[in-house]
């Protein structure tokens, strides 16, 4: 029972960590800024959501197969984030500051 | 001989991840995923990656285990910062070169992976042994000065137990 | 009220958040990183149910929905780039 509810308070972490990186893309006006966030909240969202849900879960086949989404998603997202920046770099996208809202921000 | 041990390690591989992905365990099971993974081996090696690749990427278990570890605490440690610099709005952006000293195109990709992963940094480019990535927080664009603060101590937990 | 309920309808929100991103994205990359979220957050919706339904198969589509996006983001990716010189 106890690691049930210590499950469900991990999804729940995981739940503000991915609402702040969903404020972040929403509401930052730089490109560079939104692709440094997100990387690293989403990545953080999903490995707390599936730590809680082995935590559920327990040790059995349901746990071993989040286990390996977990490796292909640590394997993979770091490179398909690298990419999509990589490809606005290589086509010429400059690096705007963010300005607080005074004026002369759009 | 190296390369028939090296495929019976990575058929012990593909065997536990077939168990894993066909949820049962006996001996049909196991050989079958062993069989599956000695023929993907074979295609690959014949038509995807030819030459040895097997001496190029290798990371000894170990080493595997602690990067790994180390990895996640990293990770972690990123979010946090992260969410503090969103809620504060404290953001300097940049692009910075590093220098590494790590020799092999695969420990290379291998710091840079984990580069992507951590406090607020994300890989651009490589040329030679010089990675160019973005900085959340760019307070120095000399080299010598960002290059610590942006490894951590991943560049020695790779090549670790390797010299 | 369901625990896993909330989480589901929090999930949904957040994907309508990514797909806003991906229709007011000034250039394209924007809108590739907000289609990334969102095909991150439609994994962690298919790992909740298959949790409620207690049913391990839709973890294989979880796996397959992964490999599948990141996949297309990076063949999307290299096929957007545009050399300058």
Same mark, same amino acid.
């Given at each position: 029972m106890i690691n049930v509810i210590a499950g469900q308070i991990l999804m729940g972490i995981s739940l503000v960590f991915m609402a702040i990186g969903i404020y972040s893309v929403l509401t930052f006006h730089d490109f560079y800024s939104r692709v440094v966030i997100t990387a690293k909240v989403d990545t953080v969202g999903f490995i707390t959501l599936i730590f809680g849900a082995m935590l559920i879960q327990g040790f059995s086949f349901f746990s071993l197969k989040l286990l390996l989404i977990l490796v292909f998603e640590l394997l993979t997202s770091p490179i398909s984030t690298h990419s999509i920046a990589h490809s606005a770099y290589s086509s010429g996208y400059t690096i705007r500051k963010e300005v607080r809202a005074e004026g002369s921000s759009e | 001989m190296k390369r028939l041990l090296h495929y019976v390690k990575m058929m012990i591989v593909f065997a536990v991840v077939w168990v894993i992905l066909e949820e049962r365990i006996d001996g049909t099971t196991v050989l079958m995923g062993a069989l599956i993974g000695l023929g993907t081996m074979l295609v690959t090696d014949r038509y995807v990656l030819r030459g040895d690749y097997q001496e190029t990427y290798r990371l000894g278990f170990w080493t595997a285990l602690r990067y790994v570890a180390s990895l996640i605490v990293q990770i972690y440690v990123a979010g946090v910062q992260a969410v503090y610099r969103v809620l504060t709005r404290k953001l300097n952006v940049g692009i910075v070169d590093v220098k590494t000293s790590l020799t092999s195109d695969f420990h290379i990709s291998l710091l840079a992976n984990s580069i992507t992963l951590t406090p607020g940094t994300v890989t651009l480019d490589r040329k030679g042994d010089t990675l160019k990535v973005i900085w959340? @927080?760019? #307070?120095? #664009? @000399?080299p010598e000065e960002a290059g610590p603060q942006i490894k951590l101590n991943f560049e020695s937990l790779i090549s670790g137990g390797r010299q | 009220m369901n625990f896993y309920a909330v989480v589901l309808a929090v999930l949904a929100l957040l994907t309508i958040g990514g797909i806003t991103r991906v229709i007011i994205g000034p250039t394209i990359w924007d809108r590739l990183l907000g289609l990334n979220l969102v095909s991150s957050k439609i994994i962690m919706a298919i790992i909740v149910f298959a949790l409620i339904i207690?049913?391990?198969?839709l973890l294989d589509i979880a796996i397959v929905y992964s490999l599948l996006g990141y996949i297309g983001s990076v063949l999307i990716a290299r096929f957007i780039e545009r050399k300058e010189e």
């Open positions: - | 959340i @927080d760019c #307070t120095t #664009t @000399d | 207690q049913r391990s198969f």
